[in-house]
């Protein structure tokens, strides 16, 4: 049993017992999953996660990155530039993220950045809700850019940690209202 665990194949939950992964599953997210257990991922902690793993993953980027790498980046940023629908920025901005993650030439960083781009699925939606955030993101994605560019791994990791505590300032306040409304079952709407 253990080495169908250790596979990714069954998991053993406290009160559930031993349960077969599906087959269609992806089997390092289920490990990955596994590992951290049962733990909230709620936006503090993403955001926690993010701002530890992706400065480090982009400083990586910056000395294996090529110009042709830089390119795709770039095509990411003006396909978001001229965007106006959410979904399509969500999916733009996950996409930027993971191709950074992927130029760090790691593969195990790169599932771990497509992982919690899942996680953090639900703030990106509703942070790319208003025009603010689109363009603090692309602004952050452009410097970002840059330090790549320059193949200066600390000018890459700067700008990552500020894109991201940029955007963690500007959701946060909206998470917090969609987590206390979530939790109380009002809306703005609801009167008492």
Known sequence: MLELELRGLVTRRP???????????????????????????????????????????????????????????EELLQRAATESSATKLLELDVQFHVKVADLARNSLLSELIRIVSKWAESSRRLGFQGSERKATSLAGHQEVIEALKAGDPKAAEEAMARHLGHIETLIAPQEAHSAGTAMTGKTDGDQS
């Open 15 to 73: 009160g559930r017992g031993t349960v077969v992964v599906d087959s269609t599953t992806n089997v390092q997210e289920t490990q990955l999953s596994s590992a951290l257990g049962e733990a909230r991922r709620d936006f503090t902690e993403i955001m926690e996660m993010r701002r530890t793993i992706e400065p480090a993953i982009v400083s990586l980027a910056a000395t294996k990155a090529s110009p042709s790498d830089i390119q795709e980046l």
